[in-house]
């Protein structure tokens, strides 16, 4: 059973392989289309062949728009496989042509990046230097300040949010006080039935504390006469 499955496995692995150089085959450049875009000799990359088949069809020989859009893609194609230099050249080869694209300043403005990049690097690695005071350092540094200022605005949409959740809150937070507010007034009201008898209770106790106080008096009278006032009585 296992000798069995070893050998389904070999013949489905052997069965896939042309299939998959035919695939590979499929991409290759006429030479024609490399002689008039020698850009594009000893390049491997298949999507970045897949753009120089479709530039050289014939079909799209006389169709100038997507020629220009195939075009602008194998020059971006060129920059993301760090080919910057191509890149470049694809670049100045449309403009010369009049062709004024938004993605080609970036591909370019890309590209001289990683240009700088790599030359850097080499500089730090191999080399062992730095940037000298009298051309490299200067022209790096205009370039920094320039993409400074030209840095996106900060996203403030979250701080949108934030602040208008921080408004309905301070919202609710002054509905909730002026409704205890109301409520507090309402309970230092007294009610009617309660003034009154809150009254009542009051006069009551005044006529209480009335009425102890003249028997106070009577008693402290009485105690207040003689001892010997019986015995004089006889």
């Known amino acids: ?98 062709v004024q694209r938004r993605e080609l300043t970036d591909v370019a403005f890309l590209a001289g990046i990683g240009i700088s990049q790599s030359n850097l690097q080499y500089m730090r ?25 030209s840095l996106p605005e900060p996203d403030t949409s979250n701080a949108k949010v934030v602040t208008a959740s921080t408004v309905r809150l301070k919202q609710r937070l002054k509905s909730s006080t002026l409704s205890n507010r109301t409520v507090g007034k309402a309970n230092s009201v007294s009610h009617p039935q309660s003034v009154n008898l809150q009254s009542r209770v009051i006069k009551t106790s005044a006529r209480d504390t009335t009425a102890a106080k003249k028997l106070q008096s009577n008693n402290s009278i009485t105690s207040g006469s003689s001892p010997f006032a019986s015995f004089n009585k006889n």
């Open 1 to 98: 059973m296992n000798k069995y499955k070893f050998f389904l496995s070999l013949v489905m692995g052997l069965s896939i392989t042309p299939l998959t150089s035919a695939s590979e085959k499929s991409i290759e450049l006429k030479r024609g289309c490399i002689k008039n875009y020698p850009l594009v000799r000893d390049e491997i990359d298949p999507e970045l062949l897949n753009i120089y088949r479709q530039i050289c069809d014939r079909k799209n020989k006389k169709n100038i728009e997507l020629k220009n859009d195939l075009s602008i893609q194998a020059a971006q194609r060129f920059q993301a496989i760090g080919k910057n230099l191509k890149a470049l050249q694809w670049v100045e080869e449309l403009r010369k042509q009049n």
């Open 125 to 149: 690695n191999n080399e062992m230097r730095y940037l000298n005071a009298e051309n490299t350092y200067p022209a790096a540094k205009k370039l920094s300040d320039h993409i400074q200022i």
